[in-house]
C-alpha cells in the first residue's frame, strides 16, 4: 500500500530565503508524485507532478520538487520565498494513472516579512 | 481556464438526515472522485468512479454512501443518514485519460457540519 510522509507540521522561513518542504514516500511500483497546495478556506491546488523523466521538476508559482528515488523523496523547494506563499501544502502519491491519491498530512509553511 | 465547481459551498444538516453533495466536473474528464478532510487531518480517499461505476472505494465509503452521475455534467455524492463524524470538508476532483496527463483537479470543496 502507498504512504506518504510529510515529517514537519510546520515550516517557518524568512521572505527572500529558499524554502525546502519534504516529503517522502512508499510505493510497490513506480510512484506518481504531486505537490498540492491549499489556501485558507479552498480547495486544493496542483503544483506539480513528477511521473517520469528530469528528477526536477518545475512548477506553478516558482517552486520545483526533486524526485529522489533512492532517498524515495520528492521534497519541494523554492529559491526565494514569498508571504503569499503561505499555505498547507499537500504531497501525494499514486501507483497508476488513475488510481487515488494518497496524501501527506500536510505542512503549514509560514512566510514571515 | 476549466475548473471543478462544487455546490454547496456550507452544508448544515441535522444527525440521521439525508444530504447530497454536488460536482461538475471538468468537461472532458472521465474519471471522478470524492475526498474528505476532517478538519485539521489529511485528505483522505472515499471513491472514485468511471464509465458510470464505481472502480475503487475506500473502506469509509461505507452503505450510507453513494455517488451517482445523474446526467452529463453532475456527479453526486449522498449520505443516506447522516453521523456528526461525517463533518468535513467533501472535495470533489477529476481527471482524464490523457497519457501525459495524470493529475486530479479539486474543486473548492463543500463544507458539511453535522448538528
Known amino acids: 500500500a502507498q504512504s506518504v510522509a510529510q515529517p514537519e507540521d510546520q515550516v517557518n522561513v524568512a521572505e527572500g530565503n529558499p524554502l525546502t518542504v519534504k516529503c517522502t514516500y512508499s510505493?510497490?511500483?513506480?510512484?506518481?508524485l504531486f505537490w498540492y497546495v491549499q489556501y485558507p478556506n479552498r480547495g486544493l491546488q496542483f503544483l506539480l507532478k513528477y511521473i517520469t523523466g528530469d528528477n526536477l521538476v518545475k512548477g506553478s508559482y516558482g517552486f520545483e520538487a526533486e524526485f529522489n528515488k533512492s532517498q524515495t523523496s520528492f521534497h519541494l523547494k523554492k529559491p526565494s520565498a514569498l508571504v503569499s506563499d503561505s499555505a498547507l501544502y499537500f504531497c501525494?502519491?499514486?501507483?497508476?494513472?488513475?488510481?487515488?491519491?494518497?496524501f501527506g498530512k500536510g505542512t503549514r509553511l509560514s512566510v514571515i516579512a | 481556464e476549466p475548473e471543478v465547481t462544487q455546490t454547496p459551498s456550507h452544508q448544515v444538516t441535522q444527525m440521521g438526515q439525508e444530504v447530497i453533495l454536488r460536482c461538475v466536473p471538468i468537461?472532458?474528464?472521465?474519471?471522478f472522485y470524492w475526498y474528505r478532510q476532517i478538519l485539521g487531518q489529511k485528505v483522505e480517499f472515499l471513491v472514485s468512479?468511471?464509465?458510470?461505476?464505481?472502480?475503487?472505494k475506500s473502506e469509509i465509503f461505507d452503505d450510507q454512501f453513494s455517488v451517482e452521475r445523474p446526467d452529463g455534467s453532475n456527479f453526486t455524492l449522498k449520505i443516506r443518514s447522516t453521523k456528526l463524524e461525517d463533518s468535513a470538508m467533501y472535495f470533489c476532483?477529476?481527471?482524464?485519460?490523457?497519457?501525459?496527463?495524470?493529475?486530479?483537479?479539486f474543486g473548492p470543496g463543500t463544507r458539511l457540519t453535522v448538528t
Open positions: 468512479f468511471y464509465n458510470n461505476e464505481i472502480s475503487e
Open positions: 501525494a502519491v499514486r501507483d497508476s494513472g488513475n488510481t487515488p491519491l494518497v
Open positions: 476532483a477529476s481527471s482524464d485519460l490523457g497519457a501525459t496527463t495524470y493529475e486530479q483537479y
Open positions: 510505493v510497490s511500483g513506480n510512484p506518481y
Open positions: 468537461s472532458n474528464h472521465l474519471y
